[in-house]
């Protein structure tokens, strides 16, 4: 039965996703030059090309929009896009366009209570290095999410993020440098990771995922991240708090965790390869 619910979700999500594809041929085209341009044009049914050069969100925190606002963190402001549909946010290429913001509590940009989002061809991150705790992109009651070819890095807590979100695709997308996990996600389901890049990340279970199911990992690395090694949190590279997660084709290498993840049955692995991995306590914890 449980498997019969899984694959009419993957269905229901998969028809809706080809349905907002179709819709997005009418979507307008817009070029953005400025965060001022940006703000101003966020809304439903459009694609927004922003151009070469750093966008500092934190610029247009005392804006306000019909489709944005800017909430309060604990030491300043964060980008808040609310119930737009169809939304496609596009740079020229990694290294070109790049999105930043500065409160160390404030996620780059947070979209919630939306259909169809589209990010790719950026770089985005936290513009100053240290701690933080704000992330990069998150994502609340919000479905059908495509990332592609993208570089999302730290100091932000994590790079992706989402809570009740279902139906996201992430292609060619490299997570760095972050200062907590690589991503954390919380009730979401359909997450499809492909040709994807996970380095150089510390501290606490790095690929954290709490009561979700559907996930996916297709030909993806994970390459030197670490958890402290006194294992005082019992920190994992995989915490998987919900269905197992599948990884086909995948590299797992140089990481120094204290554990692969809790149990050997929270991951199921095809043809994927660990290698000069080092556990702090053993390869899985019970």
């Not at 996970?198 to 991240?225: A, P």
Request: glycine share 8%; hydrophobic share 35%.
């Amino acid at each position: 039965m449980e498997n019969k619910l899984s694959a009419r979700k993957i269905t229901v999500v998969a028809s809706l996703a080809l349905f907002l594809s179709l819709q997005n041929l009418f979507a307008q085209d817009i070029t953005a030059n400025s965060v001022a341009d940006i703000l101003k044009n966020i809304g439903s049914d459009r694609t927004i090309t922003i151009g070469a050069g750093k966008y500092d969100f934190s610029q247009g925190s005392e804006e306000s929009g019909e489709f944005f606002a800017y909430e309060e963190v604990y030491n300043g402001k964060e980008l808040v896009i609310s119930n737009v549909k169809n939304l496609t946010i596009r740079g020229e290429g990694i290294g070109k366009t790049e999105l930043v913001t500065l409160p160390t509590y404030g996620n780059v940009i947070v979209f919630k209570n939306c259909v169809n989002i589209t990010i790719e061809n950026l770089t985005a991150g936290h513009g100053p290095k240290g701690e933080c705790v704000g992330g990069v992109f998150k994502f609340d009651n919000t479905s059908v999410m495509n990332l592609k070819n993208l570089d999302l890095y730290g100091s932000g807590i994590n790079g992706l993020q989402g809570e009740n979100s279902h139906g996201l695709t992430a292609e060619m997308v490299t997570i760095r440098e972050c200062t907590y996990n690589l991503m954390q996600f919380t009730r979401c389901s359909s997450l499809n990771f492909k040709y994807c890049s996970f380095k150089d990340t510390q501290e606490f279970d790095l690929v954290d995922l709490n009561g979700c199911e559907m996930v996916y990992f297709n030909n993806c690395t994970f390459t030197n991240n670490s958890n402290p090694k006194d294992c005082i949190m019992e920190s994992k590279l995989f915490k998987i708090g919900g269905s197992p997660i599948y990884l086909n084709s995948c590299t797992i290498s140089e990481n120094r965790v204290c554990y692969l993840a809790t149990y050997k049955r929270d991951l199921i692995l095809k043809n994927t390869k660990l290698s000069k991995n080092k556990f702090h306590k053993r390869e899985y914890e019970k």
